[in-house]
């Protein structure tokens, strides 16, 4: 079910910090208490190949997100013990160490089941064996969500496993709401930060399409 335009869940969730801290995020509240933006994204699994290349992309571009009032929270399934083992691995030997921003540990899968971005376990017949089997790894897909400072979701994304996110769409994406939020305009295809928009009405897209 799709969250785009409605209030982010209401959910306590397990997080980790690369000190070595645990304790709780509400995703929401840490949009509406701070008065900030927040991008969520969830990824697979620690330890893995795609994974650490997008949660190294997002620190790399922090300073970014900090500068458009947004926070930046990773999430996947694993327990924050493991988090924090990945987060003392060194980048060389596929770790993630050197990541600042918060990571949620949503090992009992609350959050993520509420989402519906579980690669579910489900039984498939296999006709050699006459026998159902269990597929799916009970993990995430890559999910992103970008929440506003009221905490509705202005945009949510699922990447299949194999497929990494470009972290630049997300900063175009945050650019053109803010865009929205301030000027009352609305952004066509392919806007960017700097560029043309448009009043949300025929004459507003008339003139548009006849200058570009």
Known sequence: MAL???KFPNLNVDAMNEMGDTFKIN??????????????????????????????????????????????IGASCDTPEVHF?????????????GVTYPLLADSNRNLAT???????QSEVYN?????????????TYRATYLIDED????????????VGRNVKEYL???????????NGEVCPANWEEGKEAMHANRSGVAAYLSAN
Do not use: S
């Open 4 to 6: 785009v335009g409605k």
């Open 27 to 72: 995703v929401l509240e840490e949009a509406i208490n701070n008065k900030k933006k927040v991008l969520l994204f969830w990824y697979p699994k620690d330890f893995t190949f795609v994974c650490p290349t997008e949660l190294h992309a997002f620190q790399e571009a922090l300073p970014e997100f900090e500068k458009r009032n947004t926070l930046v």
């Open 127 to 139: 006709e050699e064996t006459g026998t159902y089997l269990l597929e799916g790894d009970n993990v």
């Open 172 to 182: 175009r994406l945050i650019d053109a709401y803010t865009h929205v939020q301030t």
């Open 85 to 97: 083992a990945w987060l003392n691995t060194a980048k060389d030997n596929g770790g993630i160490e």
């Open 151 to 162: 905490g509705l979701v202005y945009h949510e994304g699922i990447n299949h496993m194999p």
């Open 114 to 120: 509420i989402l519906g971005i579980l690669d579910i």
